[in-house]
């Protein structure tokens, strides 16, 4: 009854943690295996019967007699006269099997036992979990706001499961208060140390890809197809997406009338501006859509560079670049191509890259960063508004500014 005692403590266990009993047993028998090696040096005579119906289990022991005085390895070989103590007609030779109650094992091997125990489902429950949330990754989720913290906000989902949504995970404009409902996409699943660490994002690509097939029928239903997205969170997106059928519109299917379909999405990424582009082979033209808002007059393709030179009007110059340069610098990741900009009729102008012996690199980079790669292109800003757009001081832009006017003094 000692071991039933036992083995109903441990079934609260199978309660709290949904383990089923087949497996409670299976853990079990490996911690009472671990205890004996412990205390006996091996558990390899000894015989553990589980009986999952009942939840009871039983220790037997298994030794051989030896004659009086002959016993080299008390754990398998018993005296003939201690096996005479179980059954009075025990002979040397014969097999003897004695059950081991768990007194005998000690109070500190049962203690040690039973945190053993502990230990192992836990280590079950995160396997458990940990394989779960690996099937998810890349997938949308949904969990409840649970606590804040400086560098992260910690979720739990229905079953208790904690996810971890990091701030750089998080849209600038994100705010959250306990209770909220927040989605994202599971975007890591690792084990650290046996617990699952469960990295939730609303930064990544995918997390626009994956509410443009929840929200919208026909890339849910394979009709459209999302090619590729690039994005900087909160602020812009652009969406390449291309259907098969010709009879369907990819744009104005994800868009909807009057914005009606991509309006939820846009939403949920805080007011993020979303351009839906036809996706096509030719580079041009898809050079070309990526660049939207703006009207390209010509372009210039070096496939061996991966650069593009294109041509526009001096009042679409300012579209193609965007606000702090994002609409150029989305361009360029969506197709592959390191975007140039030049202004109709500059034929004069001169790249900054010409001048690396007078200006450093990390400035022209700087420049490039919001789309000017000219000197023109420099010149025709007011130093206020690059100190604004870039990260730059006011007598740097002035230095600049002085080295270019030179070259066309010239």
């Given at each position: 009854m000692e071991n039933l005692a036992l083995i109903e403590s441990f079934s609260e266990f199978k309660d709290d943690k949904l383990i089923d009993r087949v497996t409670l047993m299976a853990i079990l028998e490996d911690v009472f295996r671990n205890a004996l090696k412990k205390k006996y040096g091996s558990d390899d005579n000894f015989d553990i019967i589980i009986n999952p119906d009942k939840g009871d289990l039983e220790i037997w022991r298994n030794r051989i007699v030896v004659a009086d005085g002959e016993v080299e390895d008390p754990n398998e070989e018993i005296s003939l006269s201690e096996a005479r103590k179980i059954e009075d007609d025990f002979e040397v030779g014969e097999d003897v099997s004695e059950e081991v109650k768990l007194v005998d094992l000690g109070r500190r091997s049962i203690l040690?036992?039973?945190?053993?125990?502990?230990?192992?489902?836990?280590?079950?429950?995160?396997?458990?979990?940990?394989k779960q949330f690996k099937e998810l990754e890349g997938e949308i989720y949904t969990a409840e706001v649970h606590h804040i913290r400086h560098r992260a906000v910690i979720l739990l989902d229905d079953d208790g499961n904690e996810i971890i949504l990091p701030k750089d995970k998080q849209i600038p404009s994100d705010f959250f208060r306990k209770g909220d409902n927040v989605r994202g996409i599971i975007e890591s699943v690792e084990l650290k140390g046996s617990k699952p660490s469960i990295i939730m994002s609303r930064a990544n690509p995918l997390f626009l890809e994956k509410l443009f097939e929840q929200e919208i029928p026909e890339v849910f239903d394979g009709l459209i197809t999302v090619k590729k997205v690039v994005r900087i969170p909160g602020e812009k997106a652009k969406v390449a997406v291309d259907s098969y059928d010709d009879r369907i519109d990819p744009v104005g299917a994800c868009v909807g009338m009057k914005?009606?379909?991509?309006?939820?999405?846009?939403?949920?990424?805080?007011?993020?501006?979303?351009?839906?582009?036809?996706?096509?082979?030719?580079?041009?033209?898809?050079?070309?859509?990526?660049?939207?808002?703006?009207?390209?007059?010509?372009?210039?393709?070096?496939?061996?560079?991966?650069?593009?030179?294109?041509?526009?009007?001096?009042?679409?110059?300012?579209?193609?670049?965007?606000?702090?340069?994002?609409?150029?610098?989305?361009?360029?990741?969506?197709t592959g191509y390191e975007i140039d900009v030049l202004r109709e009729g500059a034929e004069e102008d001169v790249e900054l890259r010409e001048f690396s012996d007078e200006i450093e690199e990390w400035i022209i980079d700087e420049f490039h960063k919001i789309g000017l790669d000219t000197a023109k292109s420099v010149l025709e800003h007011d130093i206020k508004d690059l100190v604004k757009r870039t990260d730059l001081e006011e007598e740097t832009i002035q230095d600049v500014i002085n080295i270019l006017k030179e070259e066309f003094e010239e």
């Open positions: 040690a036992l039973r945190q053993n125990l502990i230990s192992k489902i836990h280590e079950h429950d995160n396997t458990n979990i940990y914005g009606s379909r991509i309006h939820g999405i846009v939403r949920e990424l805080g007011n993020e501006n979303i351009d839906v582009i036809n996706y096509t082979n030719n580079l041009n033209l898809f050079i070309t859509r990526a660049l939207s808002p703006a009207r390209v007059t010509a372009i210039n393709i070096n496939e061996e560079t991966k650069r593009a030179e294109v041509i526009l009007k001096p009042e679409e110059v300012s579209k193609a670049i965007g606000r702090g340069g994002h609409n150029i610098r989305l361009a360029g990741q969506l």
